[in-house]
């Protein structure tokens, strides 16, 4: 599954405006798992890749029903778990 890219919508707003997920970011060799990453998609807006969120691997769980925030977990470089909130920022239209 090299070279190839995987996505997941894992929640969408009450009114269908704003949908989180998480990607494949990276395979890692070392212990064949893959580094996940997170979007943010909105009709205005198209995808933003948020990455990793300054850590190894960033998942999103779930998103609040106005489509302002969402939540999700990251691990840092050194392995520890950390859950998150994240404000969604919409560009003006």
Same mark, same amino acid.
């Given at each position: 599954?090299? %070279?190839?890219?995987?996505? *997941?919508?894992?929640? +969408?707003?009450?009114? !269908?405006?704003? +949908?989180? %997920?998480?990607?494949?970011?990276?395979?890692?060799l070392?212990d064949?798992?893959?580094?996940?990453?997170?979007?943010?998609?909105?009709?205005? !807006?198209?995808?933003?890749?948020?990455?990793?969120?300054? !850590?190894?691997?960033?998942?999103?769980?779930? +998103?609040?029903?106005? %489509?302002?925030? *969402?939540? %999700?977990?990251?691990?840092?470089?050194? !392995?520890?778990?950390?859950?998150?909130?994240?404000? +969604?920022?919409?560009?003006?239209?």
């Amino acid at each position: 599954m090299l %070279g190839k890219v995987a996505a *997941f919508a894992r929640d +969408i707003s009450d009114d !269908g405006s704003v +949908i989180v %997920g998480d990607f494949f970011g990276s395979f890692n060799l070392h212990d064949f798992s893959y580094d996940d990453h997170v979007f943010v998609y909105t009709k205005a !807006g198209g995808v933003h890749k948020l990455g990793s969120m300054h !850590g190894k691997s960033a998942r999103v769980h779930a +998103i609040a029903p106005d %489509g302002t925030k *969402f939540y %999700g977990s990251y691990v840092d470089s050194h !392995g520890e778990s950390y859950a998150y909130t994240a404000k +969604i920022v919409l560009p003006a239209t």
